[in-house]
Protein backbone atom coordinates (compact mmCIF):
# COMPACT_ATOMS: atom_id res chain seq x y z
CA UNK A 1 0.00 0.00 0.00
CA UNK A 2 1.09 3.51 -0.88
CA UNK A 3 -1.73 6.04 -0.02
CA UNK A 4 -1.32 9.86 0.50
CA UNK A 5 -3.95 11.76 2.56
CA UNK A 6 -4.25 14.93 2.56
CA UNK A 7 -4.41 16.63 6.17
CA UNK A 8 -5.58 20.21 7.15
CA UNK A 9 -5.05 21.25 10.46
CA UNK A 10 -8.03 23.80 11.05
CA UNK A 11 -6.61 26.43 13.58
CA UNK A 12 -8.11 29.47 14.46
CA UNK A 13 -4.75 31.24 13.54
CA UNK A 14 -3.59 29.45 11.07
CA UNK A 15 -4.58 26.76 8.05
CA UNK A 16 -1.97 23.81 7.82
CA UNK A 17 -2.12 21.35 5.00
CA UNK A 18 0.18 18.29 4.25
CA UNK A 19 0.35 15.11 2.26
CA UNK A 20 1.18 12.59 4.29
CA UNK A 21 2.17 8.95 3.57
CA UNK A 22 0.76 5.64 5.43
CA UNK A 23 4.01 5.55 7.45
CA UNK A 24 4.22 9.44 8.28
CA UNK A 25 6.24 11.24 6.12
CA UNK A 26 5.15 14.51 4.89
CA UNK A 27 6.07 14.73 1.11
CA UNK A 28 4.06 18.26 0.67
CA UNK A 29 2.84 21.54 2.90
CA UNK A 30 0.95 24.56 2.21
CA UNK A 31 -0.46 26.90 4.83
CA UNK A 32 -2.19 30.26 5.19
CA UNK A 33 -3.53 32.66 7.88
CA UNK A 34 -7.04 31.69 8.69
CA UNK A 35 -9.28 34.65 7.45
CA UNK A 36 -10.56 36.22 10.31
CA UNK A 37 -14.20 37.81 10.26
CA UNK A 38 -14.39 36.43 6.77
CA UNK A 39 -17.32 33.94 5.62
CA UNK A 40 -17.93 30.01 6.03
CA UNK A 41 -17.31 30.24 2.23
CA UNK A 42 -14.04 32.09 1.91
CA UNK A 43 -12.81 30.06 4.95
CA UNK A 44 -13.75 26.33 2.60
CA UNK A 45 -12.52 28.09 -0.75
CA UNK A 46 -9.17 28.52 0.68
CA UNK A 47 -8.91 25.15 2.45
CA UNK A 48 -10.02 23.45 -0.94
CA UNK A 49 -7.22 25.78 -2.75
CA UNK A 50 -4.24 24.33 -0.22
CA UNK A 51 -5.15 21.38 -0.60
CA UNK A 52 -5.00 21.76 -4.74
CA UNK A 53 -1.36 23.46 -4.36
CA UNK A 54 -0.51 20.13 -1.76
CA UNK A 55 -1.85 17.35 -3.90
CA UNK A 56 -0.06 18.94 -6.81
CA UNK A 57 3.41 19.48 -5.39
CA UNK A 58 3.21 15.74 -5.65
CA UNK A 59 5.26 13.89 -7.79
CA UNK A 60 2.26 11.37 -8.46
CA UNK A 61 -1.05 13.22 -7.40
CA UNK A 62 -3.51 10.12 -8.02
CA UNK A 63 -1.92 8.61 -4.82
CA UNK A 64 -4.23 10.79 -2.89
CA UNK A 65 -7.16 8.79 -1.45
CA UNK A 66 -8.48 11.18 0.84
CA UNK A 67 -8.91 14.10 2.77
CA UNK A 68 -8.85 14.41 7.21
CA UNK A 69 -9.36 17.56 8.71
CA UNK A 70 -8.80 18.06 12.04
CA UNK A 71 -11.11 21.10 13.48
CA UNK A 72 -11.46 22.55 16.81
CA UNK A 73 -15.25 21.47 17.06
CA UNK A 74 -17.52 18.97 17.89
CA UNK A 75 -18.73 17.01 15.06
CA UNK A 76 -21.69 15.40 14.61
CA UNK A 77 -20.00 12.28 13.49
CA UNK A 78 -22.66 10.26 11.39
CA UNK A 79 -23.09 13.72 9.48
CA UNK A 80 -19.76 14.95 9.12
CA UNK A 81 -21.30 18.47 10.43
CA UNK A 82 -19.47 21.14 12.07
CA UNK A 83 -21.12 22.06 15.74
CA UNK A 84 -19.63 24.16 17.73
CA UNK A 85 -16.80 25.97 16.84
CA UNK A 86 -15.66 28.71 19.13
CA UNK A 87 -12.99 30.45 17.19
CA UNK A 88 -14.42 29.50 13.88
CA UNK A 89 -18.15 30.50 14.13
CA UNK A 90 -18.60 31.06 10.53
CA UNK A 91 -18.05 27.11 10.06
CA UNK A 92 -20.98 26.34 12.38
CA UNK A 93 -23.48 24.33 10.82
CA UNK A 94 -21.29 23.49 8.26
CA UNK A 95 -21.26 20.08 6.46
CA UNK A 96 -17.68 20.04 5.78
CA UNK A 97 -17.44 16.54 5.32
CA UNK A 98 -19.55 16.41 2.66
CA UNK A 99 -17.89 19.40 0.76
CA UNK A 100 -14.75 18.76 0.98
CA UNK A 101 -15.30 15.03 -0.45
CA UNK A 102 -17.54 17.17 -3.59
CA UNK A 103 -14.84 19.38 -4.08
CA UNK A 104 -11.72 17.59 -3.71
CA UNK A 105 -13.18 14.64 -5.56
CA UNK A 106 -11.88 12.03 -2.47
CA UNK A 107 -13.43 10.89 0.65
CA UNK A 108 -13.26 13.04 3.49
CA UNK A 109 -12.79 12.34 8.08
CA UNK A 110 -13.48 15.06 10.17
CA UNK A 111 -11.98 14.80 13.34
CA UNK A 112 -11.42 16.63 16.27
CA UNK A 113 -8.05 18.56 16.43
CA UNK A 114 -7.31 17.64 20.21
CA UNK A 115 -8.10 14.01 19.69
CA UNK A 116 -6.22 13.69 16.32
CA UNK A 117 -3.30 15.57 18.13
CA UNK A 118 -4.04 12.37 20.72
CA UNK A 119 -4.13 9.78 17.69
CA UNK A 120 -1.36 11.14 16.45
CA UNK A 121 1.16 11.14 19.77
CA UNK A 122 0.01 7.48 19.77
CA UNK A 123 0.95 6.72 16.17
CA UNK A 124 4.59 8.12 16.05
CA UNK A 125 5.48 10.48 18.91
CA UNK A 126 5.36 10.30 23.07
CA UNK A 127 2.75 7.86 23.33
CA UNK A 128 4.19 5.32 20.44
CA UNK A 129 3.02 1.54 21.48
CA UNK A 130 1.14 2.94 24.27
CA UNK A 131 -2.31 1.34 24.94
CA UNK A 132 -3.94 3.80 27.08
CA UNK A 133 -3.22 7.10 27.26
CA UNK A 134 -4.82 10.74 27.90
CA UNK A 135 -3.05 13.64 25.53
CA UNK A 136 -4.11 17.31 26.59
CA UNK A 137 -2.94 20.14 24.34
CA UNK A 138 -2.64 23.36 26.49
CA UNK A 139 -2.95 26.00 23.94
CA UNK A 140 -5.39 29.35 23.64
CA UNK A 141 -7.73 26.92 25.22
CA UNK A 142 -7.19 23.17 26.72
CA UNK A 143 -7.92 20.02 24.20
CA UNK A 144 -7.97 16.54 25.45
CA UNK A 145 -8.10 12.84 23.20
CA UNK A 146 -8.30 9.58 24.43
CA UNK A 147 -6.58 6.55 23.43
CA UNK A 148 -8.34 3.30 25.05
CA UNK A 149 -6.69 0.26 24.31
CA UNK A 150 -5.20 1.72 21.15
CA UNK A 151 -8.21 2.84 19.76
CA UNK A 152 -9.40 6.72 19.84
CA UNK A 153 -12.10 6.96 22.06
CA UNK A 154 -15.04 9.49 20.82
CA UNK A 155 -17.91 9.01 22.52
CA UNK A 156 -21.43 8.34 21.33
CA UNK A 157 -21.92 12.55 19.89
CA UNK A 158 -18.44 12.32 19.05
CA UNK A 159 -17.19 14.90 22.25
CA UNK A 160 -15.31 12.50 24.46
CA UNK A 161 -12.07 14.21 25.32
CA UNK A 162 -12.91 17.61 26.88
CA UNK A 163 -10.50 17.50 29.26
CA UNK A 164 -10.41 21.34 29.28
CA UNK A 165 -13.84 21.38 30.82
CA UNK A 166 -13.67 19.16 33.82
CA UNK A 167 -14.04 21.91 36.74
CA UNK A 168 -11.75 22.11 39.25
CA UNK A 169 -12.99 25.35 40.67
CA UNK A 170 -16.79 25.25 41.66
CA UNK A 171 -17.24 28.78 42.05
CA UNK A 172 -14.46 29.83 39.85
CA UNK A 173 -13.86 31.93 36.50
CA UNK A 174 -16.70 31.44 33.98
CA UNK A 175 -15.74 29.76 31.08
CA UNK A 176 -16.80 29.62 27.05
CA UNK A 177 -18.58 26.43 27.60
CA UNK A 178 -21.28 27.86 30.02
CA UNK A 179 -19.73 26.16 32.94
CA UNK A 180 -17.48 28.02 35.43
CA UNK A 181 -13.96 26.80 36.69
CA UNK A 182 -13.07 24.58 33.88
CA UNK A 183 -9.53 23.15 33.92
CA UNK A 184 -8.99 25.99 30.62
CA UNK A 185 -9.38 28.79 33.01
CA UNK A 186 -6.91 28.05 34.61
CA UNK A 187 -4.53 26.29 32.34
CA UNK A 188 -4.45 27.72 28.97
CA UNK A 189 -2.25 30.22 27.59
CA UNK A 190 -5.54 32.80 28.13
CA UNK A 191 -5.61 31.72 31.72
CA UNK A 192 -1.83 31.65 32.50
CA UNK A 193 -1.84 35.70 30.84
CA UNK A 194 -5.26 36.65 32.78
CA UNK A 195 -3.77 34.98 36.30
CA UNK A 196 -0.18 36.93 35.36
CA UNK A 197 -1.89 40.54 35.19
CA UNK A 198 -4.15 40.08 38.25
CA UNK A 199 -0.88 39.14 39.78
CA UNK A 200 0.12 42.47 38.65
CA UNK A 201 2.26 41.73 35.83
CA UNK A 202 2.25 43.99 32.25
CA UNK A 203 2.03 41.04 29.54
CA UNK A 204 0.51 40.35 26.66
CA UNK A 205 1.73 36.39 25.71
CA UNK A 206 1.98 33.44 28.07
CA UNK A 207 5.64 33.38 26.50
CA UNK A 208 6.18 36.60 28.03
CA UNK A 209 4.75 35.16 31.56
CA UNK A 210 7.55 32.22 30.86
CA UNK A 211 10.11 34.50 30.65
CA UNK A 212 9.42 36.82 33.87
CA UNK A 213 8.95 33.67 35.51
CA UNK A 214 12.70 31.83 34.36
CA UNK A 215 13.80 35.97 34.95
CA UNK A 216 12.82 35.33 38.55
CA UNK A 217 9.93 36.78 39.15
CA UNK A 218 7.91 35.35 41.93
CA UNK A 219 4.61 36.19 40.98
CA UNK A 220 5.18 34.49 37.27
CA UNK A 221 6.41 31.69 39.09
CA UNK A 222 3.40 30.80 41.07
CA UNK A 223 1.13 31.50 38.04
CA UNK A 224 2.49 28.57 36.31
CA UNK A 225 2.65 26.85 40.16
CA UNK A 226 -1.09 27.29 40.47
CA UNK A 227 -1.78 26.05 36.64
CA UNK A 228 0.05 23.33 37.32
CA UNK A 229 -1.84 22.74 40.44
CA UNK A 230 -5.89 23.00 38.54
CA UNK A 231 -4.29 20.58 35.72
CA UNK A 232 -3.16 18.05 38.28
CA UNK A 233 -6.36 17.87 40.40
CA UNK A 234 -8.49 17.48 37.13
CA UNK A 235 -5.76 14.86 35.92
CA UNK A 236 -6.04 12.79 39.14
CA UNK A 237 -9.60 12.36 38.50
CA UNK A 238 -8.85 11.17 34.79
CA UNK A 239 -6.37 8.80 36.35
CA UNK A 240 -8.92 6.95 38.74
CA UNK A 241 -11.32 6.57 36.25
CA UNK A 242 -9.00 5.83 33.05
CA UNK A 243 -5.81 4.05 34.47
CA UNK A 244 -4.23 5.08 31.51
CA UNK A 245 -0.52 4.23 31.22
CA UNK A 246 0.51 7.43 30.41
CA UNK A 247 -1.28 11.10 30.24
CA UNK A 248 0.94 13.31 27.35
CA UNK A 249 0.62 17.20 27.32
CA UNK A 250 1.53 19.49 24.05
CA UNK A 251 0.41 22.88 22.93
CA UNK A 252 2.66 25.51 23.18
CA UNK A 253 2.06 26.36 27.17
CA UNK A 254 3.92 22.99 27.19
CA UNK A 255 7.05 24.95 27.00
CA UNK A 256 6.85 26.10 30.27
CA UNK A 257 7.08 22.23 31.91
CA UNK A 258 9.94 22.93 34.02
CA UNK A 259 7.68 25.48 35.79
CA UNK A 260 4.55 23.48 35.99
CA UNK A 261 5.21 19.52 35.70
CA UNK A 262 6.02 18.98 39.11
CA UNK A 263 2.62 20.28 40.16
CA UNK A 264 1.01 18.04 37.98
CA UNK A 265 2.86 15.36 39.43
CA UNK A 266 2.46 15.59 42.94
CA UNK A 267 -1.28 16.62 42.87
CA UNK A 268 -2.12 13.50 40.71
CA UNK A 269 0.37 11.72 43.47
CA UNK A 270 -1.82 12.74 46.38
CA UNK A 271 -5.40 12.63 44.79
CA UNK A 272 -5.29 9.52 42.71
CA UNK A 273 -5.31 6.28 43.75
CA UNK A 274 -1.75 4.37 44.41
CA UNK A 275 -1.34 2.24 42.27
CA UNK A 276 -2.81 3.99 39.21
CA UNK A 277 -0.76 7.06 40.07
CA UNK A 278 2.12 4.76 39.91
CA UNK A 279 1.68 3.09 36.81
CA UNK A 280 0.99 6.53 34.98
CA UNK A 281 3.79 8.56 32.77
CA UNK A 282 3.10 12.16 32.50
CA UNK A 283 5.39 13.53 29.69
CA UNK A 284 5.71 16.18 27.18
CA UNK A 285 4.39 15.46 23.92
CA UNK A 286 6.80 14.88 20.77
CA UNK A 287 5.16 15.96 17.47
CA UNK A 288 4.67 19.88 18.10
CA UNK A 289 2.49 21.44 15.50
CA UNK A 290 1.89 18.20 13.62
CA UNK A 291 0.81 16.01 16.07
CA UNK A 292 -3.34 17.07 14.75
CA UNK A 293 -2.10 16.61 10.82
CA UNK A 294 -0.55 13.14 11.50
CA UNK A 295 -3.00 11.92 13.55
CA UNK A 296 -5.81 13.45 11.51
CA UNK A 297 -4.04 11.53 8.47
CA UNK A 298 -3.63 8.23 11.14
CA UNK A 299 -7.33 8.33 11.11
CA UNK A 300 -8.48 8.42 7.59
CA UNK A 301 -6.36 5.60 6.42
CA UNK A 302 -7.50 3.74 9.47
CA UNK A 303 -11.63 4.29 7.97
CA UNK A 304 -11.13 4.90 4.14
CA UNK A 305 -11.89 1.78 2.26
CA UNK A 306 -12.93 0.17 5.32
CA UNK A 307 -16.65 1.63 5.06
CA UNK A 308 -16.40 3.43 8.39
CA UNK A 309 -19.19 5.31 8.92
CA UNK A 310 -16.95 9.09 9.63
ZN1 LIG B 1 -15.58 25.03 30.19
Known sequence: MNRIALALDLGGTNLRLAAVGENGTIYSRSRSETPRGSSGDNVI???????????????????????????????????????????LRCLEGVPLREILAKRLGVEAVLENDATAAAIG?????ASRGVETSICVTLGTGVGGGLVINGDPYRGKDGTAGEVGHICVEPNGHPCGCGSRGCIEQYASATAVIRLAKSAGLAVSSSSEVYDAAIGGDERAVAVFASMGSYLGIGLAGLVNVLNPEMIVLGGGVSAAWDLFAHQVRREVNERAFPEPADRVKIVRAELGDDAGILGAARAVFASVGKGAAN
Open 45 to 87: DLIVQLAENCRNGLADPTKVCAIAAAVPATINIEEGILNKLPN
Open 121 to 125: ENWLG
